[in-house]
C-alpha cells in the first residue's frame, strides 16, 4: 500500500518571501500521479498543482512549482513570493494509475501561516 | 467556487439521531466520493460511486448508509453514531474513477459534531 508522509505540521514565512512544503512517498509502482491541494479556512480542498511520474519536467503553477525527484520518491512543493492567501492546510496525494486502485491517498497536512 | 456543494455546513446530533449529507455536484461528472477528515489523520476515503453505482467501501461502518440516486447527487445517511464520528465530512467529484489524472473537486464538507 503507498503512504504519503509530511513531516512539518507546521511552517511560517514572511509575506512575499519563498517557502518549501516537503512531502516524501512510498510505493513500489512506477507511473502514478501527486497532487498538491490547499484547504483555506473555508474548508474547500483546492488543486494546486499536479505531477505526472513519467513526466521529468517539474509542473508550474504561476506562483508555485514543484521538486520532484522520483528516485527519492519526494514531491515538495514551492511558493513564491507568498500572499496572504496562500495561508491554509497544504497536503499532498498520491494516485495510482492502476484500475482497481483509483483513491486518493493523502498525507497528514501542513499548515502554512503567513506573516504580513 | 468548486462546483461541488455540501449541506448542512454544520451538524449537531446525538447518538440515537438520525440524519443525512448532502451533496450535489453541477460539473457533469460521472464519480462522487465521501472522505473522512479528522485532526492530524490522514483524509479517509470512505465511499466511491461511479455512475450511481458503489464500486469501493472501504471497511465503513453499517452506521454510515450512502446513496447516489443520480450522478449529481449523493448522501451519507448516519444513524446510531458514535462520539469518535465527529469530524469533517468531505465529498468530492471527477470525470470518472478510471483515469488517474482526473482532479478530484471537493465540496467545503460538513463538520460533525455527535453528542
Known amino acids: 500500500a503507498q503512504t504519503v508522509t509530511q513531516s512539518q505540521p507546521e511552517m511560517s514565512v514572511q509575506e512575499a518571501e519563498t517557502v518549501t512544503l516537503s512531502c516524501t512517498y512510498d510505493t513500489s509502482e512506477s507511473d502514478y500521479y501527486l497532487f498538491w491541494y490547499k484547504q483555506p479556512p473555508s474548508r474547500q480542498m483546492i488543486l494546486v498543482i499536479r505531477q505526472e511520474a513519467y513526466k521529468q519536467q517539474n509542473a508550474t503553477e504561476n506562483r508555485f512549482s514543484v521538486n520532484f525527484q522520483k528516485a527519492a520518491k519526494s514531491f515538495s512543493l514551492k511558493i513564491s513570493d507568498s500572499q ?21 491517498t493523502f498525507g497528514t497536512g501542513t499548515r502554512l501561516t503567513i506573516i504580513p | 467556487e468548486t462546483g461541488v456543494t455540501q449541506t448542512p455546513r454544520h451538524l449537531v446530533m446525538g447518538m440515537t439521531n438520525k440524519k443525512s449529507l448532502k451533496c450535489e455536484q453541477h460539473l457533469g461528472h460521472n464519480a462522487m466520493y465521501w472522505y473522512k477528515q479528522s485532526a492530524k489523520k490522514p483524509l479517509e476515503l470512505m465511499f466511491v460511486y461511479s455512475l450511481e453505482e458503489r464500486v469501493e467501501n472501504n471497511s465503513v461502518p453499517s452506521r454510515f448508509s450512502p446513496e447516489c440516486p443520480n450522478s449529481s447527487h449523493l448522501f451519507l445517511h448516519l444513524h446510531t453514531l458514535q462520539p469518535e464520528d465527529s469530524a469533517l465530512y468531505l465529498c468530492a467529484s471527477s470525470q470518472d474513477r478510471a483515469l488517474a489524472k482526473n482532479i478530484q473537486y471537493f465540496g467545503a464538507g460538513t463538520r460533525l459534531s455527535v453528542l
Open chain 1, 84 to 104: 496572504l492567501g496562500d495561508a491554509a492546510m497544504y497536503f499532498c496525494a498520491y494516485r495510482s494509475t492502476n484500475f482497481g486502485n483509483e483513491k486518493l
